[in-house]
Every structure is written in structure tokens, then in C-alpha cells.
């Protein structure tokens, strides 16, 4: 999963939803930790932005 900035406008709705917590807000800026993530999709289906995507 790859958090792409420009369209982000950091609602913050995929940190809540990450059954893992593999998401956070750095710096104004969100990341994902790609060692915890599962890659399930539900950041992504939940962004309003379409701001998240697969690599």
C-alpha cells in the first residue's frame, strides 16, 4: 500500500480503520509501515481521496 500525498487531505479515516495500526500521521505526513501492513485494502477502500493505492 503507498499513500499518495498529493491527493491525500489527511482525514485521518484510514489510520482508524487499519485493523493493524500499521498506519500513523509523521511529520503532517501519513505512512504506512509496510512491515506490519497486510495489504487488506481497508485504508483504501475507505478514502474518500482514492489516495491509497497498491504498488
Do not use: Q, T, W, Y
Not at 16 to 31: D, G, K, M, R, Y
Request: contains cysteine; charged residues 25%.
Amino acid at each position: 500500500m503507498e499513500i499518495i500525498s498529493e491527493k491525500c487531505n489527511k482525514c485521518l479515516e484510514c489510520i482508524e480503520v487499519c485493523p493493524v495500526h500499521a498506519i500513523s500521521e509523521n511529520n503532517n505526513l501519513i505512512v504506512i509501515d509496510k512491515e506490519i501492513c497486510l495489504s487488506c485494502g481497508c485504508c483504501a477502500s475507505v478514502c474518500p481521496r482514492n489516495a491509497i493505492e497498491f504498488e
